[in-house]
């Protein structure tokens, strides 16, 4: 009989779990309106989700995330307090993307910096551009209502935000599971010295996942930007532990080579779905990453348990 490995299962019962606590704690949880929050939270947290699983699949790390984020949101609610038109933002948060995806990647695959060190360096130059950018404090003033309809409109009736979940999930899936690049991300993290003599290029692998990082962290960026209507230098602090955790509690491995797009939309809906609960019982925000600590570490646990085991098993049939 074969061994049902329990963290697979573990962020789709976490999921059920928590909806069935919302449901008993709050007559709120099921409103319309609280969905419509917890949907435009995911938003921002998909797409930092979907970029460190790219990096953690292939063996990597990204801390640069939010960082990136903030320097995109501020430069994009600039442009749009200016009266730039929406093509024109949309173009330059995709080059502040690639670009610090494309430094990343250079960095890690042809200076041997490992991608700790090369994504916090990053991390550190992008949020101190960010500061410089808005003088140390937020931008402000009347953004043009186009701009703020990027995340607030609708079509067909279904909010803006819904539909770049859906797209994002889809599109990341495809390029992952259907896609002979999807393979060789999986190639590399599993093993790249492996993947190597079977003809992956693993530096342009590495390169690659980098920059869609960066770009999804743009993107969510310029997404908070219009959200908001100004531009905040304090935009995604933390973000790259948000994006961990929605990874981690997927089921992604940080040793590369396991996880997939699916655990990530759980774990999206899992990390969301906590923030909304904590906020709706009034916990103070202070001590909501307390919550989200000790669920990393349950999860890490349960997988170290499943890890040890399946090695004593292998021990003992040998």
Known sequence: ????????????????????????????????????NIIQYAVESAFIGIGMTFVLVVGGIDLSIGSVLAFASVVSAKMALDGVSIPVILLAVIA?????????????????????????????????????????????????????????????????????????????????????????????????????????????????????????????????????????????????????????IGGISMAGGKGGIVGTFVGTMVVCMINNLMNLMNINTDAQPIVTGVMILVTSLIVSREVVNKRTRLVREI
């Open 1 to 36: 009989m074969k061994k049902i490995e329990i963290s697979k299962q573990l962020p789709l019962a976490m999921l059920v779990v928590l909806i069935i606590i919302g449901a008993q704690l709050s007559d709120s949880f099921f409103k319309v309106s609280n969905f419509a």
């Open 96 to 248: 502040i993307g690639l670009a610090c995806g494309a430094v990343n990647g250079l960095l890690i695959t042809k200076f041997r910096i490992e991608p700790f060190m090369a994504t916090l360096a990053m991390m550190m130059i992008m949020r101190a551009a960010t500061f410089l950018f808005t003088g140390g404090g937020p931008l402000t003033g009347t953004v043009y209502s186009g701009f703020k309809q990027i995340i607030k409109g609708r079509l067909f009736g279904v909010q803006n935000g819904i539909w770049y979940v859906a797209i994002a999930f889809l599109a990341a899936a495809l390029l992952l599971n259907r896609t002979r690049f999807g393979r060789h991300v999986y190639a590399v993290g599993g093993g790249e010295e492996t993947a190597k003599l079977f003809g992956v290029n693993a530096d342009g692998v590495k390169i690659a996942v980098y920059m869609i990082s960066a770009l999804l962290a743009a993107l969510s960026g310029l997404l908070i930007a219009a959200r908001i209507g100004i531009g905040e230098p304090r935009s995604g602090q933390s973000y790259e532990m948000t994006a961990i955790t929605i990874c981690v």
